[in-house]
């Protein structure tokens, strides 16, 4: 056993670097994009102009909004090479899986070290035309063109369905977009830097953090959050069915996240948005699960302050909008890339290997190979060793 | 401005977890996997038993190294879906950003977490055949099928070439596969862990340790040292050469690495295998430049103990093997395959989430979003904090 510190498990509570990005405050329920609360975010700005806060540092002026709308525009479209490489994925690999080899099809030698804002926007364009088409092949239709009249998240419904979406779902899942941009050094964006910290690509970044994202302690479980509601399908047959969860032993899936000790504020605002979008009925058996799910725990785990996260409404609203369960987790993923663009001009800026210690544990050094060749006695090579 | 620590930059001498896989001690230039010295495996053993002792945790007898055999050799060939995947990609995507797209392709929803021995062997077994594929697409070539009655690395060498490959070429290949098989918690291996660290799959973490390994700072840089022969050309000239490249300031490949303050145990292997395969010309030639190269790196940094890395003598062995410069990052990615599985099995035994901290210096939270939504004094909605 070598080494004298007791490893710090999942590096929890180790600071890494300094970030001007955003403030995630467990303690006071706070999320801060460069220093604006995400409730002032809620209203005012579109995603564009969020990207443009997190990407470019500052609130856009019309001028330069217009020119990150544009350059998103002209981004939307893939190039025949790419749409051969996506057309050439099985149709039954599931849109996350997929979503991950695609962005990792966009590194394809011409996107170089270090990261560029024109890399990030294109990442940020594509992701969603890449996705589309994928998905839709999986149901056997034909991809639908991006436009370049519509927003980003207006077209991103646009590409997955052919139809001009309505402005009321446009904007709730824009909020979406907005609320799930960026939140500190979460598992897909550290993923990014340590790949960054090598000087590769943005692309290859992003893979990774896509990676990184699929996992259901991170980003890949809201969809069981909509199966749970399904299971339970009434709001009075909800405190059994949980309690009956617990009793089993099985994870309640949308309570709980280890940076927030008080409600975190995008489970408020999401709430806020499935009220207004969810069917009625819909909304109201989410009230009765997140009541009974908060009761139980209360009770099995007294003393602890504990919350829904932001996958439980974060689901209502998706369902809400339009998106099948499948789509929950890539979504996420596309508005996560404004964060992750942002966190690779940052970690580009300052860079540094990323690379922790282990405590080796293994057996002491000095073991023989059992092998024949060393039975035999064969002539062993000793390394002309030139250090201490 | 948040956060009492001050940050530790590249997570430096930052233990995450215990490990029993390999023991790197810079200090006295130790390699060690599960107890035994880099050197005692350099004659015994072939790639296939160190892969068991990595994967399995120990030297395999002649039944398990039999299976292991077979398993490798069984997953060696390509199902058609995955050859249809491969043959879409532009033939010039550089075979580093292709292998990272293919084994991303190899994660196509049957692959679930927790990691399995399967699963590892399957990765190791299947990525040769996936970058050879590439590679002769790229050169014109149409593919040449895998043979189950080679070792992994003849077989590497025959899916590249067709010939079947001198015994001298493959072992010495071999050796350069069992020193680069593991390394401790290097870069590409914690972005491996970090994604399995939410619960994704291990063909996701496969892809984002390659996205990682591809970055000059950590395995993408080999090809330079070959390039800087070249440009030298004659061992006469390398001191002249070097110091004019250290005053122009740019950066000399394959010297120097985070961890060895003495010399690299590799290293010292990597040039006695050059010694041996290398055309005498070219050794001599890259022993001059390594010369020269301390000698000028002592001068400018006095008291410094400076080494030649892995990846100087690497090169030489590499370029000796046959390989051309392109694939000298995606052949050590192979070799790495086996410490990938191996740090995948372990790091699923005992999981959390890999997510440290940054500590916020941006703007400070209660910014006004300054455009005309807020400016027109438009109803803002106030979320219903629930929170302290």
Do not use: C
């Not at 849109?95 to 996107?111: F, I, K, N």
């Not at 960054?196 to 479980?221: E, N, R």
């Amino acid at each position: 056993m070598t080494g004298p510190s007791t490893p710090a498990r999942g590096l929890e509570d180790v600071v890494m670097a300094d970030s001007a990005i955003s403030l995630v405050e467990g303690e006071r329920g706070w999320l801060v994009y460069r220093g604006f609360d995400i409730g002032e975010l809620m209203e005012g700005p579109s995603f564009e102009s969020v990207v443009h806060l997190l990407v470019l540092g500052t609130p856009p002026g019309s001028e330069s909004l217009a020119d990150l709308v544009s350059s998103l525009g002209r981004n939307r479209p893939l190039p025949r090479s790419l749409e051969l490489g996506v057309d050439a994925m099985a149709p039954t690999v599931p849109p996350m899986d997929a979503l991950r080899t695609m962005v990792s099809l966009l590194g394809d030698g011409t996107v170089a070290f270090p990261p560029t804002v024109e890399q990030g926007l294109r990442l940020i364009a594509r992701s969603p035309t890449l996705l589309a088409r994928h998905v839709r092949r999986g149901a056997g239709e034909s991809p639908v063109a991006p436009r370049s009249d519509l927003g980003h998240v207006a077209n991103y419904l646009w590409m997955l369905s052919g139809e001009t979406p309505e402005a009321a779902r446009v904007r709730a899942l824009e909020r979406y977009f907005i609320l799930l941009a960026d939140h500190g050094m979460n598992a897909s964006t550290f993923a990014l830097r340590v790949v960054l910290s090598t000087q590769s690509d943005l692309m290859s970044a992003a893979t990774a953090a896509l990676a990184a994202l699929k996992g259901p302690a991170h980003g890949g479980a809201p969809a069981k959050v909509v199966e749970m509601f399904d299971a339970i399908g009434d709001p009075a047959a909800a405190p059994a069915w949980i309690d009956s969860a617990l009793t089993r032993r099985e994870r309640l899936y949308g309570f709980g996240h280890r940076a927030y000790k008080v409600e975190d504020p995008r489970s408020v605002w999401l709430k806020r948005i499935a009220r207004e979008v969810a069917r009625p009925e819909r909304y109201r058996l989410a009230e009765a699960v997140e009541r009974a799910g908060l009761d139980a725990l209360s009770r099995s785990k007294p003393g602890h302050r504990l919350f829904t996260n932001v996958e439980f409404y974060a689901a209502v609203v998706l369902e809400a909008v339009g998106l099948s369960r499948e789509l929950f987790t890539p979504t996420f993923a596309l508005a996560r890339t404004a964060g992750w663009a942002a966190h690779a001009l940052e970690q580009s800026k300052d860079n540094r290997l990323i690379r922790p210690d282990v405590r080796y544990t293994g057996a002491d050094r000095g073991r023989r190979w059992p092998g024949p060749a060393a039975a035999a006695g064969a002539m062993r090579m000793e390394p002309e060793t030139k250090g201490p």
